[in-house]
């Protein structure tokens, strides 16, 4: 293979980079604010006792697990302006898009972290005589929140990767800069290889907490 | 005490049934009556109810029949489907489980105080006193800041005796406390509830310990097939029974001994 790497060319050109990069935690962020909330309101709907307010929660959580991502992204960008006529900018629309998606998975992560509180913690309670709200806000979720933490920062990390699926609607992140970088100096190598950087830079130091939690909580747990 | 016509019983259990699902009947018209200051010792075969009947009795089930008082106060009662506990009575009660059931969460000293300040309204500060005092009587004075993952099997159930006595129960329920523990813990555990024992303090307790249930109870009830087959002074039921169930039962427990 007869090709000089000219990494110069990317380099010369951080700018529009770095302004992606800017848009794409921009997505990230506000996704997990929507995420970390109404993920926990729908966790709670999720376990309802009441079918009315547990099935519709439970369909929204399965619909955006068992679709795919970009499918969502795509679908939300053509049909919601069609179909309810709303019209947002790109980037409130994959906030929105990508909100919706972390939303469903954080339920779940929620949910799960409710039902490992062992339930003779909840005899235990009763047994001290806390009410039933008492046992839920002292007992159930201090310990149930604290579980999720970890499955939490890693939905949202991937939600920062998975934002990379919003240049293909023309949300000017990270990915689509790249794309129009590599397009205007022919340097698709140097280009993308740099943007993966960039996403690594963010997602390492993440995963490392994320593994330290972990490892923190396996001592504490035992 | 007003003698005239109440109920001198501090626990009087009365035709108690219950099961899991329409198929599996646990307790099957079981009687009991425990009268104030008694350290009744429940044993029997696994699946004879034993530790469903403290269950009941600390008000963590439901029944399908029969009526519990406490102290001559109707405290429990099968209300055709439905159960009705008297969630006032229920806090007289305290509770150790063969599983620590400490809340990782929180710190010894914070599990202690949780209930006295959530459940009594008890100033903090005073409850921390209080905490830390019986920290002291049981040797865990040092501790008082640990997380129970930091502490050992003996340690953690004697924080949760602790943090039973915390709302001065009236019957303290011992449930297998020392099942789960490794055989050089189980002195340290045993002791403290001898010591209790020695203070007064009623007690109703399942173990597989038959050593420490002839030293701590005045009294040992024989539970077999959801009823009370034998009842009597630990000397009697676990030396000389007299009904032929109870006696397998001690023989089979007994027989490593030889």
């Not at chain 1, 960039?198 to 907490?209: D, G, K, M, N, T």
């Amino acid at each position: 293979m007869d090709y000089t790497l000219d990494i110069g060319a990317v380099t010369r050109n951080l700018e529009p980079l770095f302004q992606g990069l800017a848009v794409t935690l921009q997505l990230t962020v506000a996704a997990n604010i929507i995420g970390i909330t109404a993920g926990f309101g729908l966790a709670l709907l999720v376990l309802s006792r009441f079918a009315v307010l547990r099935v519709p929660a439970m369909l929204f959580v399965e619909f955006f697990r068992c679709t795919p991502a970009i499918v969502q992204i795509v679908w939300f960008f053509y049909c919601v302006p069609m179909l309810f006529n709303v019209f947002l900018g790109p980037v409130t629309m994959g906030i929105l898009a990508l909100g919706m998606n972390l939303t469903a998975f954080n339920a779940e992560a929620y949910r799960a972290a409710i039902q490992a509180v062992p339930k003779e913690h909840l005899d235990a309670g009763i047994a001290l005589g806390l009410s039933p709200t008492q046992r839920v806000l002292n007992i159930v979720l201090p310990q149930a929140l604290r579980a999720s933490v970890p499955v939490l920062l890693t939905n949202g990390i991937g939600t920062f990767q998975q934002s990379a699926l919003v240049a293909i609607v023309g949300v000017q992140d990270l990915m689509y800069q790249g794309k129009t970088l590599a397009t205007q100096t022919y340097r698709p190598i140097e280009t993308f290889t740099i943007i993966a950087l960039f996403y690594l830079a963010v997602s390492f130091p993440v995963s490392q907490i994320v593994g330290y939690l972990e490892r923190r909580r396996g001592l504490a747990v035992r | 005490m007003n003698a005239m016509s109440r109920d001198t019983a501090l626990v009087r259990i009365t035709d108690l049934h219950k099961g899991y699902g329409p198929n599996i009947r646990v307790l099957r018209g079981l009687n009991i009556e425990m009268k104030p200051g008694e350290r009744v010792v429940v044993i029997g075969p696994s699946g004879g109810g034993k530790s469903t009947l403290l269950r009941v009795v600390m008000g963590l089930e439901e029944i399908q029949g029969g009526a519990i008082t406490f102290a001559g106060q109707p405290y429990i009662s099968a209300d055709g489907r439905k159960t009705r506990i008297d969630t006032e009575v229920r806090k007289k009660i305290g509770m150790v489980f063969q599983h620590y059931t400490l809340f990782p969460h929180l710190s010894v000293l914070q599990n202690l105080t949780l209930a006295p300040c959530k459940v009594v309204g008890e100033p903090r500060a005073k409850a921390e006193e209080r905490g830390r005092a019986i920290l002291a009587r049981f040797g865990l004075e040092a501790k008082a800041d640990a997380y129970p993952s930091q502490l050992s099997g003996g340690q953690k159930q004697r924080v949760a005796i602790a943090r039973a006595l915390m709302l001065d129960p009236q019957l303290m329920l011992f449930d297998e406390v020392t099942s789960a523990l490794d055989p050089e813990l189980v002195a340290e555990v045993e002791q403290v509830i001898l010591n209790l024992a020695a203070q007064g303090m009623p007690m109703m307790m399942v173990t597989h310990d038959m050593w420490f249930a002839r030293n701590v109870a005045s009294r040992v009830i024989f539970c077999a097939g959801g009823v009370v087959v034998e009842d009597g002074p630990p000397e009697q039921v676990l030396g000389d029974p007299k009904e032929e169930r109870t006696r397998e039962f001690i023989d089979r427990v007994f027989h490593i001994k030889g």
